[in-house]
């Protein structure tokens, strides 16, 4: 058995010493089967976000062969609003990719993600997962490469106060215990999640930390490895329902909402990106370890493309909570290395020739076989926990295809680099050349009808995907949202209305 799969925390990849891309039907049932596995879920992401949950007692073998081929039948009606209710039957079959023992179930379950399919057996258009296959197909056609993604999970943990070992307010970064008190319930998050199949880079406490009302409010962050982007917004969505649910179990509560109130730090969904050869090889830099031309091509689409992307990544009036000058969530459209206060980051690589670990370690041997490069990604960090995380990736996607496709697209990566703190006084001028994102709704709105075409294109976002997204955000009482901003009373109420978005 490989590192990899010995190693590796979902047990059906441990047990049937395959990984899960391999994972076949009679995989499935052999587990199942040789485990006295009782119970199978479906869960699907729906139109609000969030995952969906069909339950299945095993009665039979027979059963079992059945619902795994054949999946089932659903009301799409009551999961997207697309779907009209005189036609709303749909499929649900299982991928067995994303297969896992339940950790939350009391009999033995093993859970699967599901696809939709339409009456006539097809891939249903408007599905946000079957939109992310055909962005990231879309992709490959154009550019012959692959498009990797990975999330940043940001969250608050809420609690009563004991008044112990009290943080520094707005200081939580990284901070350990006592004097952060849900570092225990993170690691155990992220304990779970692995055994869902998450690939986790690490967790630690973010910035954010308060207390209201003789509450605590914490915030977290579980970052996640550079995955194909399927598989990426599959993981999320996973992570979600994980970290949720053992709240809820350990009488805790989550939220995954942009800003709860003013002042304080909001919390964010950044998503790093990747783009791979064949071969699995990182094209990010070139043989100088520079920024390669593949790179700026891609945030070239993305800046150009910036502003309706918003309208997948902040989808309610609390995501421009977050989004105002003068804070570490973007409001410009530029880029810039290592630069926190740009919308799009290059994070600091490992590009150093120093074997910085033999240097520090006496005695340790010289690194050998880790290609440190292929740790580099460009992270947007615009989006939030109000995404629907499967069309902001295939948002990010198509956005990066476009880049290939522009004629001037280096010209354009030119132009919006910036390598100062955008937020400082003495950079207002070059703010004012500087595109602006959406401060609202009805303005993301705005900018995705403007730039639709781009994202239909090749028919990977439908038409009727877009004509609803754009509904949704017009949808809200803007008056109510502006007032909003002024009055923490009614920031606070919208707050509440949306505090488990996503």
Partial sequence: ??????????????????????FTKEDIIRYIVENNIEMVNFMYP???????????????????????????RVDGSSLFPFVSASSSDLYVLPRFSTAFLDPFAEVPTVTMLCSFFDK??????????????????????????????MGELEYYVIAPDDSKYPAVDQKGYHESGPFAKFNDFRTLCMQLIAQTGGQIKYGHSEVGNFT??????????????????????DQLMIAKW???????????????????TTGKAGSGLHVHMRIVDGEGRNMMLDVNKRLSETA????????????????????????????????????????????????????LGWTTDRDMCAELNPGTEATVGIDATNKQTVEIRSADGSADIYQLIAGLAVACRYGFEIENAMEVAEKTYVDVNIHSAENADRVKSLAQLPVNCAASADALESLRQIFEKDGVFSPGMIDGIIAKLRSYDQAEADAAKLDDQLMHSLVRRYFHCG
Wanted: charged share 25%; aromatic share 8%.
């Fill in 296 to 347: 700026r091509k891609a945030i070239a689409g993305l800046m150009v493309l910036a502003p309706a992307i918003t309208a997948f990544g902040n989808t309610n009036p609390t995501s421009y909570f977050r989004l105002v000058p003068h804070q570490e969530a973007p409001t410009n459209v530029c880029w810039g290395d290592r630069n926190r206060s740009v919308l799009v980051r290059v994070p």
């Fill in 1 to 22: 058995m490989n590192k990899q799969i010995s190693l590796n925390k979902n047990a059906l990849v441990r047990w049937l010493e395959k990984a899960p891309k391999d």
């Fill in 212 to 233: 209201l009302d003789d509450t605590i409010y914490e915030q977290n962050e579980i970052e996640f490895l550079p995955v194909p982007a399927r598989d990426a917004a």
């Fill in 46 to 72: 729906a139109g609000d976000g969030r995952l969906k949950t069909l339950n299945f007692i095993i009665n039979n073998l027979e059963y079992l062969e059945t619902i795994l081929s054949l999946g089932e």
């Fill in 120 to 149: 006539d057996g097809s891939p249903l258009d408007s599905s946000p997962e079957y939109t992310l296959r055909k962005a990231c197909d879309d992709f490959h056609r154009v550019t012959g490469l692959h498009f990797q993604a």
């Fill in 242 to 260: 994980v970290i949720r649910n053992l709240a809820y179990r350990k009488g805790l509560d989550v939220t995954f909402a942009p800003k709860i």
